[in-house]
């Protein structure tokens, strides 16, 4: 099969500014992202139950002093629900369609930006209180809120069916657009190229539109992931890369999301 060319194609971040701090938390530890450096402490070497310790060593590493900082969860995924069908009163029963419940964890819930999608995850009470003690003037969201947004402001402007794939380590999301409507939002897991291509390969076929109607948009384009984007090429022909115009100074070596190692939201 003859391979398409590869667009790239600009997407407007939030960048992170001077005086900005990104606060990412993941499964095995958090990234912390200013506009000049990525630094990610793991749980082990980094616990935070002793708070005074935790608090010298972000002392220690410049990483205490910022006019704003966000807080980004990655820990636990989020569930989708339509605005216009949501009850406050099943939370939990939305969440449970998808994961686990946590007893140690509150759900939290946020709205897309144009308020058609509730957004629902389980967050860890004592240690989102460590971070507002830490940061009186910090926010806290979910990553696939901020994918959304950006990519519901994206997708506006493009015609026919767009799939979006967000590649991280261990597992990648993928968000369909037609216009403005969202017609499938899910992550899956994968350690290699064939479990990739399989999950990738079947929510291509089960929107059932002909590869010119369909768009294939990955976010970023990183060295690691290199072999993921090869093996797609293979089946698909319309295949285009975002591209900042912004130039990144690091790419993220630890960061499980490499696509946000820049992002302030």
């Not at 957004?119 to 209180?129: A, D």
Request: hydrophobic letters at 35%; glycine letters at 2%.
């Amino acid at each position: 099969m003859e391979i398409g060319p590869q667009y790239l194609m600009p997407f407007n971040k939030n960048i992170i500014k001077e005086k900005e701090l990104s606060i990412q938390i993941y499964m095995d530890g958090f990234s912390f992202c200013t506009h000049s450096s990525q630094l990610f402490f793991d749980y082990e070497s980094t616990p935070m139950n002793n708070y005074y310790a935790f608090k010298k060593k972000l002392e220690d590493n410049a990483l205490l002093k910022f006019d704003r900082v966000s807080c980004i969860y990655f820990k636990r995924p989020a569930t989708f629900v339509p605005t216009l069908l949501y009850d406050p009163s099943k939370k939990e029963k939305y969440i449970k369609q998808n994961v686990r419940l946590d007893a140690q964890f509150r759900i939290a819930e946020d709205n897309s930006i144009n308020k058609k999608i509730k957004i629902l995850h389980q967050v860890l009470l004592s240690e989102q209180e460590i971070f507002k003690k830490l940061y009186s003037n910090i926010t806290f969201s979910h990553y696939t809120k901020i994918l959304y947004n950006y990519l519901y402001r994206e997708a506006k402007s493009k015609s026919g069916i767009v799939m979006y794939l967000h590649l991280q380590d261990n597992f990648f999301d993928v968000m369909v657009f037609e216009a403005e409507q969202l017609l499938l939002y899910n992550s899956y897991p994968y350690k290699n190229e064939g479990e990739f291509l399989y999950f990738s390969l079947a929510v291509s076929e089960e929107l059932s539109v002909s590869q010119e109607q369909l768009s294939i948009v990955f976010l970023g384009k990183y060295n690691r992931y290199e072999r993921y984007y090869k093996a797609l090429e293979n089946y698909k022909q319309k295949l285009e890369f975002n591209n900042e115009d912004e130039e990144i100074a690091f790419e993220g070596k630890n960061q499980p999301a490499p696509f946000f190692v820049n992002i302030f939201d």
